[in-house]
Nanobody, 124 residues
Framework: QVQLVESGGGLVQAGGSLRLSCAASGRIFSSSAMAWFRQAPGKEREFVAAIRWSSGMTYYGDSVQGRFTISRDNAKNTVFLQMNSLKPEDTAVYYC?????????????????WGQGTQVTVSS
C-alpha cells in the first residue's frame, strides 16, 4: 500500500512559478513510475508528467513540455513538479499518482495509487 500526499499548490500570477511536492509512504518498487495529472473544472483529467523511479527517465504532456520539470528524491520517496511560466490555463487540481510496472505512462488506468490533489490557480 502506498499513500501519497501532495503539497505546494496555491495562487500565482501568470508567468510565475510553483513547485509541487508529493511525499509517498510505503514501498516504492524499482519498476514503479510516478506521475502528475491535473483536472480543471468541467474537463477530463489530463496527463502532465511522469518519471520512472529507477532510471529517472521523464515524460511530459504536450501542453507543459518545456515549462514543467518533474524530478524525484529516491531517498525521501518524494516527487516534485517544478512549474514555470505558468498560464491561466494551467489552473487545475493537480494529482500525484504512483503505479508499479507502468507501461503507458500517460494513462490514468496505469496507476494504482492517487493523492488527494492540490489546487493550483493562475491569475491573468
Amino acid at each position: 500500500q502506498v499513500q501519497l500526499v501532495e503539497s505546494g499548490g496555491g495562487l500565482v500570477q501568470a508567468g510565475g512559478s510553483l513547485r509541487l511536492s508529493c511525499a509517498a509512504s510505503g514501498r516504492i518498487f524499482s519498476s514503479s513510475a510516478m506521475a502528475w495529472f491535473r483536472q480543471a473544472p468541467g474537463k477530463e483529467r489530463e496527463f502532465v508528467a511522469a518519471i520512472r523511479w529507477s532510471s529517472g527517465m521523464t515524460y511530459y504532456g504536450d501542453s507543459v513540455q518545456g515549462r514543467f520539470t518533474i524530478s524525484r528524491d529516491n531517498a525521501k520517496n518524494t516527487v516534485f513538479l517544478q512549474m514555470n511560466s505558468l498560464k491561466p490555463e494551467d489552473t487545475a487540481v493537480y494529482y500525484c499518482a504512483c503505479g508499479r510496472g507502468v507501461v503507458t505512462l500517460d494513462k490514468e488506468y496505469a496507476y494504482n495509487y492517487w493523492g488527494q490533489g492540490t489546487q493550483v490557480t493562475v491569475s491573468s
